[in-house]
């Protein structure tokens, strides 16, 4: 399943998510003139994304191969970086969900919240709470490393050492995954819950506000489908390893396999994320076209003769 599932899977989502990322941070360096909260959360979340698909290519290559690791320092990395940016996507598209429902609340934006600077102050916070999070990986990495001949770079849930696996890998569930989707769904009610005293309010409007509504809906069940097995799986992966479970090895094995087949599916939200760029940045799409043609002007205009 390594070879002939993980590894295409992983190719296959790098190549169709980095083209879609790095369009995305790219359009936001050279073609959005002024940035608002919005676009700070977005941004992140795209260099997030950028950053966790940049470590699937060197594991796709390892499974492919079936190849034992040569460099132990760039599997902590790769693995700590992995483990980084699936964690703060989520994070970073809960604040995008809070700035869209204080922008509904405050149309003028005269809430602290919606201003640029403290976007950037909650962006700092998250990506220092997150790294928080994942640091106890390292220790546990380097320690089954350490007691594998430094040959074998595993998942998370494959590793043994001295941090107790599977009370870090609930923590790690609870506060980098079930918290952020606790605030995901709620920022989605209170969204919806707004529009809907605004439409009662205001009978006769014609322009709907409910793109923010879908747009948090639709994160908020995508995390849902997609993060769910993979950490469900991931925990009864590392409890069925205990010796206390009693289980027998084929059982293990069976467990292992339907837990290698939620990996790629977790993983899928960084190929998905660049449609909520185009949902949500403001005039971000129509600058964004607009600098495209201007590009695809100028070349022809090079390739014509003089």
């Not at 995305?24 to 002024?34: A, K, Q, R």
């Not at 703060?88 to 922008?103: A, P, T, Y």
């Not at 002007?297 to 390739?303: F, G, I, S, Y």
């Amino acid at each position: 399943m390594e070879m002939y599932y993980l590894s295409p899977s992983y190719g296959i989502e790098f190549c169709i998510g980095f083209p879609g990322n790095l369009l995305v941070v790219l359009g936001y360096i050279f073609c959005l003139p002024e940035w608002q909260s919005c676009n700070i959360y977005l941004f992140n979340l795209a260099v997030s994304d950028l950053i966790f698909l940049c470590t699937l290519p060197r594991l796709s290559y390892l499974y492919a191969n079936d190849q034992s690791e040569t460099s132990p320092s760039s599997c902590v990395i790769n693995r700590y970086v992995l483990h980084v940016n699936l964690y703060s996507s989520i994070l970073f598209m809960v604040w995008l969900s809070m700035d869209r429902f204080l922008l509904i609340k405050h149309p003028t934006r005269n809430h602290y919240l919606l201003r640029p600077r403290s976007a950037l102050i909650v962006t700092g916070l998250s990506w220092l709470a997150v790294n928080v999070e994942v640091a106890p990986m390292i220790a546990l990495m380097v320690q089954d490393l350490q007691s594998g001949n430094w040959n074998r770079c595993k998942d998370f849930a494959s590793l043994k050492g001295d941090v107790n696996a599977l009370a870090y890998s609930l923590g790690l569930t609870l506060t980098g995954y079930i918290l952020p989707m606790i605030g995901l769904c709620g920022f989605s009610h209170q969204i919806a819950h707004l529009l809907h005293v605004q439409e009662r309010a205001l009978q006769r409007r014609t322009t709907s506000y409910k793109r923010p509504l879908r747009v948090s809906a639709s994160a908020a069940a995508m995390f849902l489908v997609l993060y769910t097995p993979y950490h469900v799986l991931r925990n009864v992966r590392i409890a069925s390893r205990q010796g206390w479970a009693g289980l027998q090895l084929c059982t293990r094995m069976y467990i292992e396999g339907v837990y290698i087949l939620t990996r790629p599916l977790a993983f899928l939200h960084s190929v998905i994320n660049p449609v909520f760029y185009f949902l949500m940045g403001d005039r971000f799409r129509e600058l964004l076209f607009a600098k495209l043609r201007k590009l695809v002007r100028k070349t022809e205009q090079q390739r014509q003769p003089a």
